[in-house]
């Protein structure tokens, strides 16, 4: 539990220091729904049913290419291996970095809420959105820490992230905007999506703890 | 003879076919410092990643640390410096050792200050590591593989970015812990005399010199899971 601890705080101290490599991802991120609001028609349309899309497209693709990032450069510093040579076993490693990775990325995602709440002016901060926004993160960024993972052993990397980790994050895409729908009270059937969104992020979390040792190994 | 601290029996570690490292044996003494020398390619970077556990062995077993402890303990027995100084680039020298030392679970504000000061780090331990020097980098990973008081130091190639004065330091900073059992890769003949008191010499893979193994090969005992288990 302590090493966990000081896993993240290190992580957390890293991604403050690093800000540059956030910032674009935050940078992206905003260009992304600003972009979006000048394509749509915001004065005579009801752009509501549009929100979940541009939310999860958005934090999809800036949150894979930041906790990538992220992941890749332990691997190129060695630190990674400084890791898994430690007491400490590498499933708690991975689990540590996945937290930190989220709490990095929810700071960016919330501020994006904030930024889409204003621009769409419609009310997207809200406990139970701010909650869907959280295990989603957790679902998607658990499976691309464990393909970047994989990834850092072949020499296609650049490759292998979105080749294998968009075919898989599709059931959480889809769970992720069918409950942000429901959330915004829009159509989005009677299927339990937040449930499907639990469960693919608990099995991808899950997934991630027990292939981790398999995937650092030479 | 004392315990064996390091042990290979028959290791062998295969790579598409090619075998890197092949049918090696060694016993390494508790308190010997070895010298694992060799070519480029020989197989030296390999055969210590084995011992580390970052690679596993295709054949073989291993063992680093003491036999008749658990795995934690064992892992915590043991400091490796690879081929890079593995240090957060972001991080000042005081976090990373900090850090380190926390992942063993051995937070201790005395040890962190006195390796600082021991290579020279001290001064310039609020400084981001990333505007080090190479030398002080090395310097710096010296020091984070030593941090948690490891038994055991596996170095690979430790004196390369250092100028003459940091190689002296290095090996001070070595020799500072008495009864650290050291296996060093190393290009430099000229300073083996210094520190090491036997040599293994590899060879496209094979042991072709060994004038270290003096050692007793402790049996497992059935609590600790079995000491020659491969790593």
Known sequence: MNAALAVIRKDLRVV?????????????????????????DLVSGDVRPLLPGVLWTTFLFAGIFASSQAFQREVEQGTLDAMLISPVPASVVFL?????SVMALLVIEVALLVLATILFD????TLELTLIVLVGTAGYVSLTTLLSTMGS????????????????????????????????????????????????AAWSS????????????? | MSEALIVADALTKEFAGFAAVLDVTFALPQGSRTALLGGNGAGKTTLLEVLVRLASPTRGTSRVGPADVDEVERRTAVGYLGDRP??????????????????????????????????GLWTRRHSTTATLSRGFHQRLGMARALVHAPSVLLLDEPETGLDVAAVELLDATMLMAPGLTVLASTHRLDRIDHWCDGVL????????????????????????GGAGGAQ
């Not at chain 1, 419609?122 to 901060?125: A, H, Q, R, W």
């Not at chain 2, 010499?201 to 600790?224: H, I, Y």
């Open chain 1, 122 to 125: 419609t009310t997207l901060i």
């Open chain 1, 153 to 200: 052993q072949l020499n296609s990397r650049a490759m292998i992230l979105p080749v294998l980790a968009l075919p898989l994050l599709v059931p959480m895409l889809i769970g992720a905007v069918r409950a942000t729908g429901a959330a915004l009270d829009l159509p989005a059937g009677t299927a339990p999506w937040t449930l499907l969104l639990v469960v693919f």
């Open chain 2, 86 to 119: 593995m240090l957060y680039e972001e991080l000042t020298p005081l976090e990373n050792l900090d850090f380190f030392s926390r992942l063993y679970n051995r937070p201790d504000e005395a040890r962190v200050e006195e390796l600082l000061r021991a290579v």
């Open chain 1, 206 to 218: 899950l997934a991630g703890a027990l292939l981790f040792p398999l995937a650092v190994e030479r």
């Open chain 2, 201 to 224: 010499r590899l060879d496209r893979g094979r042991l072709v010199e060994d004038t270290a193994s003096r050692a007793t090969v402790t049996p497992p005992t059935a609590a600790t």
């Open chain 1, 96 to 100: 540590a970095k996945v937290l930190s």
């Open chain 1, 16 to 40: 403050w220091r690093d800000r540059v490599g956030w910032l674009t991802t935050g940078a992206f991120a905003t260009a992304s729904v600003l972009t979006y609001t000048f394509a749509f």
